[in-house]
C-alpha cells in the first residue's frame, strides 16, 4: 500500500495562488492513478482532479478546471496541484488519493481508492 503525505497548503487570499504536492511511498507510485479530494466543513468529500499512472490524461471537476493543474514526476514519486486564481469556496482539507489497481485508464473514483493522505488545509480569504 502507498503511504502519501501532503504538503503545500496555507492561507490565501482570493486570486492567489498555491501548489500542493503529496510524496508517496513504495514502488509502485508509478502504476497508479493519483488524485486530489477535498471536504469543506459541513459537505461531503468531492473530486478536484485525478491523473493517470503514465500522466497521459488528466480530469478535473467543472468549478476548478481552467484554474487548476494536476502534474506528476513518477521519478521522485510526487503528484502535485496547482491552483491559481482561487477563490473562497476553495477552502477546504485536500487530500491526496490513489488507486487500488495498476495500470487502469480513465478518472479516479472513490471506490477504487486505495491510500488517502493525512489532508492539507487550503484557506482562501475574501
Known amino acids: 500500500q502507498v503511504q502519501l503525505v501532503e504538503s503545500g497548503g496555507g492561507l490565501v487570499q482570493a486570486g492567489g495562488s498555491l501548489r500542493l504536492s503529496c510524496a508517496a511511498s513504495?514502488?509502485?507510485?508509478?502504476?497508479?492513478?493519483m488524485g486530489w479530494f477535498r471536504q469543506a466543513p459541513g459537505k461531503e468529500r468531492e473530486f478536484v482532479a485525478s491523473?493517470?499512472?503514465?500522466?497521459?490524461?488528466?480530469y478535473y471537476a467543472d468549478s476548478v478546471k481552467d484554474r487548476i493543474t494536476i502534474s506528476r514526476d513518477n521519478a521522485k514519486n510526487t503528484v502535485s496541484l496547482q491552483m491559481n486564481s482561487l477563490k473562497p469556496e476553495d477552502t477546504a482539507v485536500y487530500y491526496c488519493?490513489?488507486?487500488?489497481?495498476?495500470?487502469?485508464?480513465?478518472?479516479?473514483?472513490?471506490?477504487?481508492?486505495?491510500?488517502w493522505g493525512q489532508g492539507t488545509q487550503v484557506t482562501v480569504s475574501s
Open positions: 513504495g514502488r509502485t507510485f508509478s502504476r497508479n492513478n
Open positions: 488519493a490513489a488507486d487500488t489497481v495498476p495500470w487502469r485508464s480513465g478518472i479516479l473514483r472513490v471506490q477504487t481508492i486505495g491510500s
Open positions: 491523473i493517470t499512472w503514465n500522466g497521459g490524461s488528466t
